[in-house]
């Protein structure tokens, strides 16, 4: 199973990876254009928690108990059992936010339209998910996991 994991030691909250994340679930893949120009808004699949000294990126574990795939009221959020990914299907997903409620890291968030949620999918059309790929003190780690 896929996972990122954060190297707390080396984040420094500066949010380079929510960039990322969302330009890569923009129509565009263009930052100027995904902040600017965009409608609607893409949404970063990630948030940065700053307390200094420590900082990190959260995103969706993808837990191994699937809280908000039991909590889903549409059957929009299913795990994959050979990949570990939870994952999100918009035209199932009628904006309950029963998964955003049960969350136990507060990963999955409502998108910009208010009707369906966004969470991290792992960026599946890239080798390496956007935020790993671009964070500049190589503070998140994308790493096969046995489970």
Known sequence: MRRISVKEEACIGCGICQVYCTMEHSKSKDAIKAYLKENPKPVSRIRVETNKPVSMSIRCQHCKDTPCVYACLAGAMTLDKETGLVTHDPEKCMGCWTCVMVCPYGAVKPD???KIIAKCDL???????????????????CEEVDE
């Open 112 to 114: 910009s339209s208010g």
């Open 123 to 141: 960026c599946p059309n890239l080798d390496v998910p956007a935020c790993v790929a671009n964070c500049p003190n190589d503070a998140l780690v």
